[in-house]
């Protein structure tokens, strides 16, 4: 087998636990005696495009560097949300990545990231074996989001679900000591899918908090939710509402898509902006009930808390990134990295690899029978899926008081 190098980037909406995978990445491809240089891609395809590659081999002789970067939330080679075009169209993006790929002799190149990325990683797959080149292209997952199919879940949720939970653990302690009767609204990220607001409802087995939570799976009705809302305040001084960010109404609308003051961007793939659920439910409280009412919206606090990092999620998420790598030095291209749950407990899995074409450019929505019909409870089901993703605790290291993270300093090659 001929020495070639690896080349790994980052793309889409950072996790906690993304540079775990990236971590178990260059590990894999450290330890390999096939493997030559390590490079990272900074800015995902759309840096690499402009040549913003860093040979990262000299940046990771010390073995601590390794495990400083695992356990450090967001992403160390950056992100970008470009979607590479339909090759037929605009082979242009296609033929300046070949060109880099052929410069640095690149025998194996891992893209980590969500749906859309793996969108990017099928279409390369392709076009470097149109082209003839022998490139192992690898998709590795990641996304707090938990829609990727083909995956039991992907690395970064379980981290995100146990903020979550902990924040509505904490919501709910602080709402409980004023006398007087409140509501609380806790906006949760997610898009198109409620996974991570429906997996708050583990934080009830911490006392009973969130009493309501609201999917973007079902649409969403205001008189509805008024009614439950003023049924559940004559048993509960204190309400705690989990609401996704992509709550629509029987229309398919954002219910929040016309709430003043809020300036929505679209990216390339034609995602909105999400932000301002809990702002729109806010609002309605207020006026139609009136009781004391606060709305707090997580955003990107939930996926990059270092200080609340499941123990499960990192190791896991670095094992992806390593078999990752064992995959494609076994010769296989056009995957992506899956977990399959071998079972719930003692929770066990293992890292499978599955067409790219099944998980490219779709989403997997919450299965709906897995939240009671009145939102309110999840079933034994769910919790059972749920429980051991958010298992064991990890944080980033601190220095005078202070997170501590890991960068790369950004030498880019000349090519
Ligand atoms: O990629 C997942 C995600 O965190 C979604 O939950 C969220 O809607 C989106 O990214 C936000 O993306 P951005 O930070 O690019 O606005």
Redesign the pocket.
């Known amino acids: 087998m001929t020495v070639k190098n690896l080349l790994v980037a980052q793309s ?2 950072p996790t906690a636990a993304i540079n775990a995978t990236l971590s178990g990445v260059l590990e894999a491809g450290l330890n390999s005696p096939h493997i030559g240089r390590v490079y990272g891609g900074f800015h995902g395809v759309e840096g690499m495009l402009s040549g913003k590659v860093v040979d990262l081999t000299p940046q990771l002789s010390d073995p601590e560097a390794l495990r400083h970067l695992a356990l450090t939330p967001g992403m160390a080679l950056r992100s970008c ?1 470009y979607k590479m075009p339909d090759p037929k169209k605009d082979d242009a993006p296609y033929a300046t990545l070949l060109e880099l790929f052929k410069k640095l002799d690149i025998g194996y190149f891992f893209y980590i990231g ?1 749906n859309d990325s793996m969108d990017t990683a099928l279409k390369l797959h392709h076009r470097c074996a149109q082209e003839g080149l022998d490139v192992k292209v690898i998709g590795v997952p990641k ?3 938990n829609d990727l199919p083909e995956t039991d879940h992907t690395p970064g949720f379980g981290s995100a679900v146990k903020y979550v939970c902990t924040s509505i653990v904490e919501v709910a302690r602080d709402a409980s000591v004023y006398p007087a009767q409140s509501v609380m609204v806790v906006e949760i ?3 198109d899918a409620g996974w ?1 607001t429906a997996s708050s409802g583990l934080a009830q087995r911490a006392g009973g908090a969130p009493h309501l939570i609201y999917i973007p799976e079902r649409a969403f009705d205001p008189d509805r939710f008024l009614s439950d809302l003023r049924e559940l305040m004559t048993r509960e001084r204190h309400v705690i509402v989990a609401v996704s ?2 709550i629509r109404d029987a229309a398919g609308d954002y219910v929040h898509a016309d709430l003043p003051g809020v300036e929505r961007s679209v ?1 390339s793939f034609g ?1 909105v ?2 932000s301002g659920a809990g702002r729109y439910l806010e609002h309605l409280i207020k006026t139609q009930i009136g009781c004391k009412v606060r709305s707090i919206e997580l955003s ?1 606090l939930q ?1 990059s808390a270092g200080h609340c990092l499941s123990a499960t999620d990192i190791a896991e998420a670095a094992e992806v990134g390593r078999q990752a790598v064992a995959l494609a030095l076994a010769g296989e291209s056009g995957k992506m990295a899956a977990i399959r749950r071998l079972s719930d407990s003692p929770y066990r899995s293992d890292v499978v690899a599955v067409p790219l074409e099944k998980a490219a450019g779709l989403v997997k929505a919450f299965p709906s029978d897995w939240l009671s019909e009145d939102n309110r409870t999840l079933s034994q089901e769910a919790v059972d899926y749920f429980l051991p993703l958010i298992a064991g605790e990890m944080q980033t290291p601190f220095a005078e008081g202070l997170p501590c993270h890991f960068t790369f300093a950004e030498n880019f090659v000349k090519l």
């Open positions: 889409g909406g949300r969500g996304t707090i989001d990220m997610g898009r991570l960010e992509g990216d995602h902006q999400l990107v996926r």
